[in-house]
């Protein structure tokens, strides 16, 4: 089955470090990657998407590639903020067998901290 | 454009009782998602509904239910709760099924202990 693979955390950094948290993904057939954000206390909330090889999401600094031939979406910011410290969340979407868009199955999160 | 609700927002329920928790989509989204939210498991998808129909089941227990109304609100129901039902259920709403990139977004959730 489909499955999501994050790198383990939690990850601590100093504000306007370089950020990279690691995802790899097994799934069938063609399916769309996202990044999801979760602050404390709220629910998930897209940050970037890709929906084909070699699409590059980006919103907020942050930037993913979809690749394909090492079945990788790796988030990366060249600049961290303390407001960036949240959970991160790969997750993927596959219409293999004309499965709907609608179920997600998700990586095991990134704790990220930054510090002043 | 108001988003994805969720009620209540935090609920405590004893061993054996039953419990509904409701979500009410982003206007004109048709198809609802719910996720089961804990440290142990991460976020694990329950079911998806689109008018009012099952699409999609993950793999939990029969106690698990959920509905569709016409509106597309969604309810989804546990019954003979567990211990290890205490989780954070999120409910993520689409515009519809089976659509290319469609994205979904969800509510702050429903905290739910057991005890």
């Known amino acids: 089955g489909d499955s999501v693979t994050q790198m383990e955390g939690p990850v601590t950094l100093s504000e306007e470090a370089f950020l990279t948290i690691n995802c790899t993904y097994t799934a069938t057939g063609y399916p769309s990657l996202f990044w999801y954000v979760q602050y404390p206390g709220e629910g998930l909330q897209l940050l970037l998407k890709a929906t084909k090889a070699d699409d590059k999401g980006s919103n907020k600094g942050f930037e993913a590639t979809y690749r394909k031939e090492t079945t990788s979406f790796h988030l990366e910011k060249g600049s961290v903020q303390v407001s960036d410290s949240a959970v991160y969340f790969c997750?993927?979407?596959?219409?293999?067998?004309?499965?709907?868009?609608?179920?997600?199955?998700f990586g095991q999160g990134t704790i990220l901290t930054v510090h002043p | 454009k108001a988003g994805v609700t969720q009620t209540p927002r935090y609920l405590i329920k004893t061993r054996g009782q039953q419990v509904t928790l409701s979500c009410s989509p982003i206007s004109g989204h048709r198809s609802v998602s719910w996720y089961q939210q804990t440290p142990g498991q991460g976020l694990q998808f329950l079911f998806e509904?689109?008018?009012?129909?099952?699409?999609n089941k993950g793999n939990f227990p029969g106690r698990f239910s959920g509905r569709q109304f016409s509106n597309s609100r969604s309810e989804m129901n546990v019954s003979t709760l567990e211990l290890g039902d205490s989780a954070l259920y999120l409910c993520?709403?689409?515009?519809?099924?089976?659509?290319?990139?469609?994205?979904?977004?969800f509510g702050q959730g429903t905290r739910l202990t057991v005890v």
């Open positions: 993520a709403s689409s515009l519809g099924w089976g659509e290319l990139n469609t994205e979904a977004f």
């Open positions: 997750a993927l979407s596959s219409n293999a067998g004309g499965t709907s868009y609608g179920k997600l199955t």
């Open positions: 509904y689109f008018s009012e129909t099952q699409r």
